[in-house]
């Protein structure tokens, strides 16, 4: 069909005169062609084998796709031309994408140049003989949005679609100025897990599904554009370009565009952010090739090239997105005592358990969270030491328990039945503490000598695939389950840590006898035995000081609390993670010398991880009021993804 497969890593053949003159084919406009005629009325469309996706790639599969976007601040939209390479296998079959919101303009078909091969060229750039093709977009979907399908005729294998973002796009944030560190241009950033890149380009918006792609950026004077993938220079000042050779499901493509600047840490590590905090950044994250060599050394290469990451505004709502190349953090792990820096281990680490290794569908997300909190662990244990882990793993299966006291039994499972809903539903702490735990246990039972090879063959097998929790358990059985255990070790029962709530009772329990020390003071103090300045707090880590404030019982007098903040200053702390556990144990306690402080905190942080505990405690504290009135005023600068949740938890608007 004249495309050759890109499913392999390289790196462009086009020299950068070749690129220019691509480049200005794009940008001067290709041959024009008639219009087409509009689609009809939308029709009913089912879910292919994912069902949270429209696509059915096993007739008409995305390989390779071109994106030309322009970047429009004042109208808080994306100017889009994809050009889509397919194979099919069926011959009947039309190409089936994933669309949210867009506004399609145009739909052309093409045959690929007979010479022209993905892998070297920059599909967003190329020319050919363009027709107008029959489409059509499905019914609206409350949680899929609409499916798209496009007619092939002959032997056509090329698609290109025009098309402008919505404001509200559910995959993109639009920040003014005085929303960012800086407060001297606009920002934009994406976040397309699970299924929001469907938001901003239509795509076969599948964990399931991997394509290589490139993209051609122009941007307003002042800032500049990254995406999750290798730059090339374009020789037109505004105009960025990107190529990601390995293949990835479309919720790993990202975008930001903003005043950023870039430093670097090691060979093949670097810190992005605003140039105010940039030194900062860099000075907390300076352990970030140490971390790479430690990863590498348990569970094989680095596959990516580069690893940098990008420090986004504080919108952001989650602690970090493993975009490839190129994770985005939030500031909040900016700590200035490198304490918080379990992230970027975590984001790393997803370089081999999500980017390389992909959960199939979002049933399996366990496959990307819990395999990648083990590796976080392990990374941290190589650099940090044992007790730290530890630390980092007691306060998990905290968060763990929290989880099981909110969510039903089904959702208490690690393969997840998610079937008409919002695939965001299953982004809990059952995936990533429940998951690790489950490794963890399968490490304790059979010892690293045997877990350690275990786990670097699932890697190597796996690479650049996507994966089932049944392929899990085949392959489980195969390569672990059938070899000795260490001694007075209990044999794993994958099917109850796997489709039963709760956990087994064999479950590993985390210690860390730095916390056992903890525990030892938290009575004493309670009962007033021991005062706030008598607290032996001299070297205690942030661990320590989370595991303090949560061991703390709901009877804690305000006066106990009072002095805390008197003699700690909590309620001004530096630290994200201290303060927002302090500000919600404020709230549940009715300690309101925090309440400038929270309301402060809600209206400049986005990240869910701190704003659905913090805004959950008013609620049960009957200050419903309240929570409303700070969420109606803090809701714009808050992500679509942070706003959607709170609209539904604060019941001020349908999810």
């Not at 190329?126 to 093709?133: F, K, M, N, R, Y």
């Not at 977009?137 to 092939?152: M, N, R, S, Y």
């Not at 679609?161 to 003014?176: H, V």
């Not at 990202?254 to 670097?270: K, M, Q, S, Y």
Request: aromatic share 8%.
């Amino acid at each position: 069909m004249g495309l050759t497969s890109a499913a392999q890593a390289g790196t462009s053949a086009l020299t950068v005169p070749t690129r220019i003159l691509l480049l200005l084919l794009l940008l001067v406009g290709c041959r024009p062609t008639p219009e087409p005629t509009f689609p009809t009325t939308p029709q009913i469309m089912t879910a292919g084998p994912d069902e949270h996706s429209y696509a059915r790639a096993a007739e008409v599969r995305v390989r390779h796709f071109g994106l030309s976007l322009e970047v429009d601040f004042a109208t808080r939209t994306l100017l889009g031309v994809i050009t889509l390479a397919v194979e099919r296998a069926d011959a009947r079959a039309p190409l089936r994408l994933d669309t949210r919101a867009l506004d399609i303009s145009r739909v052309e078909i093409a045959r690929a140049p007979a010479a022209l091969q993905i892998e070297s060229t920059h599909l967003a750039a190329v020319e050919a003989l363009w027709s107008p093709a029959r489409w059509n977009l499905g019914a609206v979907d409350e949680h899929l949005g609409q499916g798209l399908a496009v007619e092939l005729e002959g032997d056509v294998d090329l698609v290109r679609i025009t098309y402008r973002t919505a404001p509200e796009a559910s995959g993109l944030q639009w920040l003014a100025p005085a929303q960012t560190a800086d407060r001297t241009q606009p920002f934009l950033y994406s976040q397309s897990q699970a299924i929001h890149a469907r938001s901003w380009f239509p795509c076969q918006d599948s964990p399931g599904i991997r394509a290589t792609y490139d993209a051609v950026v122009r941007v307003p004077p002042n800032v500049r554009a990254l995406m999750s993938a290798d730059p090339f220079e374009t020789g037109t000042a505004g105009t960025y370009g990107f190529e990601m050779r390995q293949a990835i499901p479309a919720y790993l493509v990202a975008l930001a565009v903003g005043r950023l600047e870039f430093a670097a840490i090691g060979d093949r590590t670097g810190v992005w952010a605003e140039p105010s905090i940039l030194a900062t950044a860099t000075h907390e994250f300076a352990d970030m090739e140490r971390m790479l060599v430690a990863v590498e050394g348990l569970y094989g290469p680095y596959r990516w090239g580069r690893y940098d990451v990008l420090v986004l505004p504080p919108a952001f709502p989650f602690g970090g997105m493993e975009n490839p190349k190129l994770t985005f953090a939030t500031p909040t792990i900016i700590a200035g005592d490198r304490s918080l820096v379990s992230l970027i281990a975590h984001e790393l680490a997803h370089s081999w358990s999500g980017n390389l290794v992909t959960n199939a569908t979002w049933a399996d997300l366990w496959l990307n969270e819990g395999f990648t909190v083990y590796l976080e662990r392990r990374i941290i244990e190589s650099l940090f030491g044992r007790e730290r882990a530890d630390m980092d793993a007691v306060l998990g299966r905290q968060d763990l328990a929290e989880a099981f006291a909110e969510l039903g039994a089904d959702d208490q499972h690690l393969r997840l039945a998610l079937g008409g809903r919002n695939p965001d539903d299953g982004l809990s702490d059952v995936a990533y503490e429940k998951g690790a735990l489950l490794l963890l246990a399968l490490e304790e039972s059979y010892g690293r000598k045997a877990f350690d090879p275990f786990l670097l063959a699932w890697f190597e097998d796996h690479a650049f695939g996507s994966v089932t929790t049944a392929e899990f358990e085949a392959f489980a059985a195969k390569h672990l389950l059938g070899q000795p255990r260490l001694p007075n070790k209990p044999a794993i029962d994958l099917g109850a840590w796997l489709d039963k709530p709760g956990l087994p009772s064999d479950s590993p329990v985390p210690r860390a006898e730095a916390f056992e020390r903890i525990d030892g003071v938290v009575g004493p103090f309670v009962r007033g035995e021991l005062a706030a300045a008598g607290l032996p707090t001299a070297k205690w880590t942030p661990q320590q000081w989370l595991h303090f404030l949560r061991a703390l019982p709901k009877e804690t007098d305000v006066a106990r609390l009072r002095a805390l903040d008197e003699r700690f200053a909590l309620t001004d702390s530096g630290n994200q993670e201290i303060l927002a556990q302090w500000l919600e144990i404020s709230v549940r306690h009715d300690y309101r010398a925090a309440d400038a402080a929270l309301e402060r905190f809600l209206a400049r942080v986005g990240r869910r991880k701190f704003l659905m505990p913090l805004y959950g405690a008013l609620l049960e504290a009957g200050r419903g009021d309240e929570a409303r009135r700070i969420f109606a005023r803090a809701r714009p600068g808050y992500h679509p993804i942070t706003q959607s949740s709170l609209d539904t938890l604060l019941g001020g608007r349908k999810k």
